[in-house]
């Protein structure tokens, strides 16, 4: 692969009671203090993605939404947890008359319910062993007392500067003096977002969606323009669900079910099992071929399918069938398959954290504003900067996942867990809009059929096949540690838009993952961000 090796490789984690991985040291030091206090895997994650949503500002926060897979050692079970929220119940395409889309940024693209508190209530309340207050303590210190900007946040307020200068409470919170872009090593504090998240870990749940902090965040919403009312907040929902799943060789891998997009990575696996994936390893260009191959017929399938189960039936029995699978296998060299032109991965700012405790407890979060700065609004005096994942509906009115009120919007989101004779193996996730099945396909496969370790899946240069800013066509982008030749052989091949980008690029996303051995659990965090795997 040897073009220009570049030296920044991860630094792999091997600890013998308990892991934690994110896309930030900050938030992964964090999680590990509440481990070694004796919190759980999901007290470790609340502090991981509370703190997330202050040092990671332009991808996650409390204004976002989240899916949880976790796996609680004292039943064996393994449950899916959709903290993802609904559109406004007085909304309507009518709204956006003489738009073709919603608007991408601004109140009116702050048209959900922001859903990731209610996953950090509700996790902990099941499964949590210290207090929330405990829990959210390194989020309320960081965003009271600053914390040192990393080159992630500085690169994306340069990137957006016009953006944060367009809200005045954006660029009150995050710019300095209302100005400038912070750049790395500054120190940035958001002490509104401190009261919040202290009354957050006061009042819970009623406080966020039934209380203050709801009315101040409807208020000025609806001053702006915006749809949600505090009737919106009081009514949302968080819903445990049954992972979805199938098997792969000797494992079985979970996924969030919809309105999550994991049966994507689940597809990409079911077709790949028809292949000698280990023997791949020799041959890069036939395993990218391949993978790109099933990756386009799942998206094929996601961009038919997938929308709010309440809504519109998913037929997810025949999509992860094996007979399914085998079909599509038969069809994957139709030479008039190509990218699909269609689809909603424009954009995937996101972070994915993870953590196994040492009594057994595994879990993986991944959490969103959906675009780098989600809404661009930040809501008020809150301190919280609201996602813009409602942008996803379609103004179609024959469209399947049309705009509609009290409506999830379907959601790239989505994390995968490993499981083998019922234990879990490995938990593994990642950033990235179309890259998050993409990745976390190709990081299992690495390391179960491959014979990769975590951090060497993570660190090993990536494809892919997707939409970036401002692209109208989807196009399959090599990491520059790839020869030319590879992508000369792929283009023979029949892809199309072949690219070679720099080495660690942001597009490929960020992934972390823990593998769980009988004696051991091994952790990676990706280089592509300022992330870190630490246990004890």
Known sequence: MGRDIDPRYGRSCIARKSAVATPSNLASMAANRILNEGGSAVDAMVAANSVLGVVFPH??????????????????????????????????????????????????????????????????????????????????????????????????????????????????????????????????????????????????????????????????????????????FANHQVDWTEPVEVSYRDWKVLAPPPNSAGFVTLQILGMMEHMNVKQMKESESDFIDHFTRATAFSFKDRDTYLDDPNFNHIPLDTLLSKDYFRDRFKQMHNPSLGPPETGFGKKGDTTFSCAADEEGNVVGVIQSLYWEWGSGLVAGDTGI??????????????????????????????????????????????????????????????????????????????????????????GLRLEGRYEEKIADKLRELGHENVEIIENFSDLMGHAQAIRIWPDHLEAGADPRADGLAIGD
């Not at 959900?112 to 902990?124: D, F, Q, R």
């Not at 083998?420 to 890259?435: F, L, Y």
């Open 59 to 232: 991808m996650t926060g409390a204004g976002g939404d989240a899916f949880w897979l976790i796996y609680d050692a004292k039943t064996g079970k393994t449950h899916s947890l959709n903290a993802s929220g609904k559109s406004a119940s007085n909304v309507s395409m009518s709204d956006f008359s003489g738009k073709d889309e919603i608007d991408v940024r601004g109140a009116k693209a702050a048209n959900t319910v922001p859903g990731a508190v209610s996953g950090w209530i509700e996790a902990h309340r099941k499964f949590g062993k210290l207090p929330l207050s405990r829990c959210l303590e390194p989020a309320i210190d960081y965003a009271k007392n600053g914390f040192p900007v990393g080159d992630s946040v500085a690169r994306f307020s340069e990137f957006a500067i016009d953006l944060l200068r367009t809200y005045p409470t954006t660029a009150k919170t995050f710019l300095k003096n209302g100005v400038a872009p912070y750049v790395a090593s500054d120190i940035m504090r958001n002490p509104n977002l401190a009261k919040t998240l202290e009354q957050i870990a006061e009042g819970g749940f009623d406080v966020f969606y039934k209380g203050d902090i709801a009315k101040r965040i409807c208020d000025f919403l609806q001053e702006q323009g915006g749809f949600l009312t505090p009737e919106d």
């Open 385 to 474: 900067l609201l996602q813009n994942r409602g942008t996803h509906f379609s103004l179609d009115p024959m469209a399947r996942d049309r705009l509609e009120p009290n409506k999830r919007p379907a959601h790239t989101l989505t994390c995968s867990m490993v499981l083998k004779e019922d234990q879990p193996e490995m938990v593994v996730g990642a950033m990235g809009g179309d890259g998050e099945p993409q990745t976390q396909a190709l990081i299992i496969m690495r390391v179960l059929d491959q014979g990769y370790s975590v951090q060497e899946a993570i660190d090993a240069p990536r494809w892919l096949l997707g939409r970036t800013w401002g692209d109208h066509v989807r």
